[in-house]
């Protein structure tokens, strides 16, 4: 039996598997710049984050209606049941869709078509949590808020992904303001490859309660402390960093240093489709590769549920 944890870190759109990208290709019929799904994959060979981004975006064309939303949503869901994820806080990224015709209603209705219904079918509790694209505009993250008023029974949190360097999370000041005053929770990525000064404002301007990714904190042993001290989650995706060079190999990445230092760390999948496996997958590589013992596994599998919105969600909805 798989350990059960929670995933915090999870693009839906980088669960996009090639096998699933041929076949809403095919129903849609948008042609792929990629003969086969083995052409595809030869060119998951990326060497920094916007490399893959790239990909990313583009492979994006092939989802179009609200099915192809869930049907991405539930193949994610039971790959992840799979692996012992019994809960999953789930990104997207509205404008990525927005800005090729796709609206914000098909995307979210279709991701709500399977994570209504997932408790059910997956054993899997979810939340949603909408993404900005930092390398967009402050005023385009507010016309998506605007754009998903309707939707926020569905929208747990709002989160900043996307080209890192260049986009410090002060950009963003406004945007996580009205959606502090709408009640929604935040996070954001920070110090994957920006530096730990995105973290600290991340932290002090926009609010968030959890960092994404996290791993350039090791640079300043001040914020290290903080993190610590105030124990604000991060949302570690191991193999992601392997596949994006943000560490050379695995068995550098400086996770059992940043539990020996008391960081509240989770480990979680990224974009599984392209990085090389799934949250359970991401377990299994970090045991092998970093020898953390049994103990320090249970220690991240219990971080996941703690650091998770879930009990204070349910909390504030029986109030
Ligand atoms: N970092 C930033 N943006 C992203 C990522 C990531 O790892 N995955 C999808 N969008
Ligand atoms: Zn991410």
Redesign the pocket.
């Known amino acids: 039996m798989p350990l059960p944890k929670a995933e915090l870190h999870l693009?839906i759109?980088?669960t996009l598997e090639p096998e699933l990208a041929f076949e809403l290709a095919a129903r849609n019929d948008v042609e792929l710049p990629y003969a086969d799904t083995d052409a595809l994959r030869k060119a998951y060979d990326f060497d920094g984050?916007q490399s893959?981004?790239n990909l990313?975006y583009e492979l994006m064309a092939v989802l179009r209606t609200e099915r192809d939303f869930e049907d991405l949503a539930n193949a994610y869901l039971a790959r992840a049941a799979a692996q012992g994820v019994r809960h999953a806080e789930i990104?997207f990224?509205p404008q990525a869709h927005i800005a090729r015709g796709v609206a914000m209603a098909t995307v979210v209705e279709g991701l709500w078509r399977a994570l209504g219904s997932s408790e059910a079918n997956h054993g899997v509790s979810t939340r949603l949590i909408m993404?900005f694209l930092r390398d967009e505009s402050a005023e385009s993250a507010l016309e998506t808020l605007e754009a998903a008023k309707p939707h926020l029974d569905r929208i747990t949190g709002i989160g900043l992904?996307?080209?890192?360097v260049g986009h410090p999370p002060a950009k963003f000041r406004e945007v996580y303001e009205a959606a502090a005053a709408l009640g929604l929770r935040r996070v954001a990525?920070a110090g994957?490859e920006g530096p730990p000064e995105y973290i600290t404002e991340a932290l002090d301007v926009l609010g968030v309660e959890r960092i994404?990714?996290g791993l350039r904190c090791m640079e300043s042993p001040e914020l290290v402390e903080r993190l610590a001290r105030d124990r604000i989650p991060l949302t570690l995706?191991p193999l992601?960093n392997v596949r994006?060079r943000t560490v050379d190999t695995l068995a550098d990445h400086p996770l059992p240093a940043m539990l020996d230092a008391g960081l509240m760390c989770t480990v979680n999948s990224?974009?599984p489709a392209y990085f090389g496996g799934y949250a359970g997958d991401n377990f299994e590589a970090v045991q092998k590769s970093l020898g953390l013992s049994e103990d320090r596994l249970r220690e991240l599998a219990r971080n996941s549920f703690l650091a998770s919105f879930l009990e204070d969600d349910e909390e504030r909805r029986s109030r």
């Open positions: 693009h759109e980088g984050l893959f981004l990313y990104f990224d993404c992904d996307s080209a890192e990525h994957e994404d990714h995706c992601s994006l990224d974009d």
